[in-house]
Nanobody
Framework: QVQLTESGGGLVQTGESMRLSCGAS????????MGWYRQAPGRQRELVAH???????SYGDSVKGRFTISSENAKNTVHLQMNLLQSEEAAVYYC?????????????WGRGPQVPLSS
């Protein structure tokens, strides 16, 4: 089992920046990638950014060029730097970890810090 602890979040103004962090603990030796998803009220959860154990990054189309995901592998921690936040990006941001073994695939979720935005 992998446990995820998120930090960051809180009220930010439109156009400003925010950094979220997520640390993994527990059975982290099988973690192959970590990332962030977000869910706004009335909308489906969507990918924000993902980074795998080799450092390969992927982003949702709407955040490309503004958001950056990075990892500290030795600390099992990922960071999400969000710049030029837009009002429609107010959501709960969930950290996610993918663990792969020979016999199973497990997805772990954090509790999700709120990122409300004010104009």
């Amino acid at each position: 089992q992998v446990q995820l602890t998120e930090s960051g979040g809180g009220l930010v103004q439109t156009g400003e920046s925010m950094r979220l962090s997520c640390g993994a603990s527990g059975s982290t030796f099988n973690v192959k990638g970590m990332g962030w998803y977000r869910q706004a009220p009335g909308r489906q959860r969507e990918l924000v950014a993902h980074i795998d154990s080799s450092g390969s990054e992927s982003y949702g189309d709407s955040v490309k060029g503004r958001f950056t995901i990075s990892s500290e592998n030795a600390k099992n921690t990922v960071h999400l730097q969000m710049n030029l936040l837009q009002s429609e990006e107010a959501a709960v941001y969930y950290c996610n970890a993918l663990s792969v073994t020979e016999t199973s695939l497990e997805v772990s979720w954090g509790r999700g810090p709120q990122v409300p935005l004010s104009s």
